[in-house]
């Protein structure tokens, strides 16, 4: 057993957490990003465009994405608090 163990220590790599990891980032927000870069990107190639329905998908996008990071965020904080 002793030497599985040494085998697995010098093989194996320990993942060491990221100084700027967020830790109330969850998968939801990284849906809802990739969807914000999409519509930003579709807003620039219409930029000559000003009323092109995809400015105001953008816009509404990054309002919703903004709302729900600081919700995640009051909600982690509550649950912190609680613990």
């Known amino acids: 057993m002793g030497a599985i163990q040494a085998a697995?220590?010098?093989?194996?790599?320990m993942e060491q957490?990221?100084?700027?990891l967020?830790?109330?980032?969850?998968?939801?927000?990284?849906?809802?990003k990739q969807?914000?870069?999409?519509?930003?990107?579709?807003?620039y190639r219409f930029r000559?465009?000003?009323?092109?329905?995809?400015?105001a998908a953008d816009r509404s996008i990054r309002?919703?994405?903004?709302?729900?990071i600081k919700w995640v965020k009051e909600q982690h904080w509550s649950s912190f608090l609680e613990s």
Not at 22 to 32: E, I, K
Not at 48 to 55: G, M, N
Not at 63 to 68: A, D, V
């Open 8 to 13: 697995i220590e010098k093989t194996v790599l």
């Open 17 to 20: 957490p990221s100084l700027h």
């Open 22 to 32: 967020c830790c109330w980032w969850n998968r939801g927000l990284s849906q809802l």
């Open 35 to 43: 969807k914000m870069n999409w519509l930003a990107s579709q807003a």
């Open 48 to 55: 000559a465009i000003t009323d092109h329905p995809s400015h």
């Open 63 to 68: 309002n919703t994405y903004r709302n729900e």
